[in-house]
């Protein structure tokens, strides 16, 4: 098959992974309107051609809290990244870091933060949830923080997990969870062999982060669920941000009132997001909140924004919506799934052809004159 876009990739991830994965990676919440206004708002938003404006020298780079980046594009936290390939926090990490971006670590991994820390030059972003568990918490940020972790994403729009009904047929969720799953799986061949099923034990009771976490986990969304604190404010979290140092960005922010609130926290930066559409189905799309968001905290933080990016094109819009970086979710998970840090390789290098084409067609010689003068 061959492979130019992440239509592709997600394509032949269908074909590869046991069903209960992709549809895990692929399916979102309720009905999955929020997760289908990701891709569609955000490929309905027109941008102004322009001619005769070109510049062979574009500079594609970025500067986020005071380091340069190659892309305005970092690979988001996803949950259980090792499944789609072996090590894939590593191979993840790796393409990121070849390409001058960000990985961002999630706190439910299969790999741990010190084996990735270990594989790759570049300083790992690490992302945590908020649990009721504060003491472990504070020991993960002080892990983090000694393995060298620069950044802290810390995740607020999952106080409990979204109705995924897709996790429920699969067995995702549910008593019959994720390793009678993976037993089943390893009728499909090829994926048991990349993620390291035959050869020797697969260790998905390795899932870094969390304590009674370990090998005994059938019901990976029940556990989330009872793990993750719903009854939490603002003001319970301050301790947080007096404890991490660096530079730190709220993800899950869709109301401009919230990223004010997340401002006068101390944040250093967000990340306008649904989840990928995996919360709170009927929640605005992301491209749809953005610029409203963009308005209240522009210039005054940093702002990422993810959902429903495939494209370079996407990412361009949107930047050209306020935002100043931009995450990609399933869309590496998908390369990653077929062909590992190869495949994630292939995507970004993708995506910056496509980025860079668009910028010529717009007429921009730099991501930092991207903005709202190009949407129509
Ligand atoms: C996620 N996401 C996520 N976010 C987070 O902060 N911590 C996590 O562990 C996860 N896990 C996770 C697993 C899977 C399978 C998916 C698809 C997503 C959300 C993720 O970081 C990002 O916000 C969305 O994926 C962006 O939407 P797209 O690009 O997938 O459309």
Redesign the pocket.
Known sequence: MIISSATDFREAARRKLPPFLFH???GGAGAEQT?RN??DDLQQVNLRQRVLRGSEQLDLGTEWFGRRYGLPVAL??????GMYARRGEVQAARAATGRGIPF?Q????VCPLAEVAQAVEQPIWF?L?VLKDRAFMRDVLQRARALGATTL?F?V??PVPGARYRDAHSGMSGPNGPLRRVLQAMTRPAWAWDVGLFGRPHDLGNISAYRGAATGLTDYIGWLASNFDPGIGWNDLQWIRDEWQGPMII??ILEADDARAALSFGADGI?V??????QLDGALS?ARALPAIADAVKGRMTIFA?????TGTDVFRMLALGADGV?????F?YALAVHGQAGVEQLLAILEKDLRTNMVLTGVKSVGEIGPHLLV
């Open positions: 895990y990676l692929d997760l990701n891709v988001a936290p996803v949950g259980l990244t961002i999630s706190t439910v991994s992302q949830y994403v995740t729009d999952m993800k899950g990340v997001s649904n989840h990928g559409g995996r992301s993810d959902g429903g990016v495939r995450l990609l979710g399933r869309a998970i």
